[in-house]
């Protein structure tokens, strides 16, 4: 079969993930292996599986990290609680939370300081979410995933109330899930800035214009990646096939079938490494010209915490 390929740019890493890796790459350097990091530090296997390799030790809970050693927190973030744990175990905590994800840690904090209850947009059991939630008093947050869970809320009048958002959501879904949230409460407040991610609407407005010319979209990206998984959703939406695949290696060849035109991007905590084996591949199987499809220029930087910032 031939076929040619559109790249959509930008695509994989952002800020935030090249950020996390950096954390953890230069805590190695300075403090030595093993440096412990509670949940994987991005949701990416390839990117798991080399700092493993380099000393890093990855737990789910932090009474899996020795006393005194030092901990590395995701880029997702965590709960005040996980703060308080690791200071009464005399654990050394570095901080790779995404500022992004700090920034709504600080609005839903703020919010509820001045008497709002929160409504958090995002999806159950996801770490990031877990993190949100856990930044205020039990009872002072209540999550919603669809405009179905919107219709079935009920407070008292009179309530003061705002909503905060994961930052990794579909922006089409969350602004019906907000609009659902303003005609049931016209009084609710908003961020003051959009919590979704430039990286998370960037890689969306990508697949939209990808979608309106190749018939297939393949995305590289983890199954428990919320903004990879929201890629492929974007491009079914719009009408292409889409398949959402970790490596190369699990690209199925009839996925192509009656393809003329491929669109290849990557969630942000995909590497360009497993990019452009993508790309080796597809030419194995009949690519001709690969060409790029820019929507937008990325240049967002955010510092090292204190901890690792040159001394």
């Given at each position: 079969m031939a076929f040619d390929v559109v790249l959509a740019e930008p695509r994989g890493f952002c800020a935030g993930v090249d950020r996390a890796i950096d954390i953890v790459e230069r805590a190695l350097e300075r403090f030595g292996a093993p440096i412990y990091v509670r949940h994987e530090i991005v949701h990416n296997r390839h990117v798991v599986e080399q700092l493993k390799e380099k000393g890093a030790?990855?737990?789910?809970?932090?009474?899996?990290?020795?006393?005194?050693?030092?901990?590395?927190?995701?880029?997702?973030?965590?709960?005040?609680?996980?703060?308080?744990?690791?200071?009464?175990?005399?654990?050394?905590?570095?901080?790779?939370?995404?500022?992004?994800?700090?920034?709504?840690?600080?609005?839903?904090?703020?919010?509820v300081r001045e008497g709002h209850h929160i409504v958090l947009i995002g999806h159950a059991g996801h770490p990031e979410v877990e993190g949100t939630l856990g930044q205020v008093q039990p009872g002072s947050m209540t999550l919603v995933e669809t405009v179905e869970d919107v219709e079935r809320l009920s407070f008292p009048p009179g309530l003061r109330m705002a909503y905060v958002t994961q930052t990794t959501l579909s922006m089409d879904d969350t602004a019906r899930i907000v609009d659902a949230l303003r005609r049931k409460f016209p009084h609710i407040e908003g961020p003051r800035q959009e919590d979704i991610c430039y990286a998370t609407q960037n890689r969306q407005n990508a697949v939209k214009r990808l979608a309106e010319e190749c018939a297939v979209i393949l995305v590289l990206g983890?199954?428990?990646?919320?903004?990879?998984?929201?890629?492929?959703?974007?491009?079914?939406?719009?009408?292409?096939?889409?398949?959402?695949?970790?490596?190369?290696?699990?690209?199925?060849?009839?996925?192509?079938?009656?393809?003329?035109?491929?669109?290849?991007?990557?969630?942000?905590?995909?590497?360009?490494?497993?990019?452009?084996?993508?790309?080796?591949?597809?030419?194995?199987?009949?690519?001709?010209?690969v060409r790029p499809l820019r929507v937008a220029e990325e240049r967002v930087q955010f510092s090292l915490p204190p901890e690792l910032s040159a001394p």
């Open positions: 030790v990855f737990v789910e809970e932090l009474r899996d990290v020795p006393e005194g050693a030092v901990v590395i927190f995701s880029a997702h973030g965590v709960s005040r609680k996980v703060v308080d744990e690791a200071a009464s175990r005399r654990l050394r905590p570095i901080d790779a939370t995404c500022p992004l994800v700090t920034k709504v840690h600080r609005e839903a904090g703020s919010m983890a199954p428990n990646s919320s903004n990879s998984n929201r890629l492929v959703e974007v491009a079914i939406k719009c009408g292409s096939r889409s398949y959402l695949l970790q490596t190369a290696r699990d690209l199925d060849p009839a996925w192509l079938e009656g393809a003329g035109t491929v669109g290849v991007t990557a969630g942000a905590s995909a590497p360009e490494q497993l990019v452009q084996e993508l790309l080796e591949r597809l030419r194995e199987l009949g690519a001709g010209r």
